[in-house]
């Protein structure tokens, strides 16, 4: 299960707001995934029974692009080389594009959860 987050609390106080959207920025410039041409949905591990559902549930031209992404930074890192400026991952191209599928899937493990726990009792 996806670890809980304070982003809603954060985006609901606006003075908060400003103070940390500056050091995110900041942060995941300093990671340096995007200096590799990858995005951030890239690094979440594969090891997981709900995200290799979610890569399942991509649709072809997302998982070559993935798959694309992960050999290409994989090949900078073993040259010890970063992508030239024009092929690194922009912050607007920097898009969410698992997070929301795993979510999906686990709202929907949770729901079978809840079904499955369902004591029925006949009326007497």
Not at 15 to 36: E, S, T
Not at 79 to 96: F, I, M, R, S, Y
Request: charged residues 30%.
């Amino acid at each position: 299960m996806s670890a809980p987050s304070l982003a809603p609390y954060i985006l609901k106080r606006p003075w908060l707001k400003r103070w940390i959207v500056p050091f995110a920025n900041w942060y995941a410039d300093a990671a340096g995934y995007r200096r590799l041409g990858l995005r951030a949905d890239d690094l979440i591990p594969e090891e997981n029974d709900t995200v290799q559902l979610a890569l399942k549930r991509l649709s072809p031209k997302e998982s070559y692009d993935r798959v694309f992404r992960l050999r290409r930074a994989f090949q900078c890192s073993l040259a010890h080389q970063l992508l030239p400026a024009a092929e690194q991952t922009k912050p607007e191209e920097d898009v969410k594009y698992l997070s929301p599928i795993i979510e999906e899937i686990e709202a929907e493990l949770k729901e079978r959860a809840d079904l499955e726990s369902i004591i029925v009792q006949r009326k007497k």
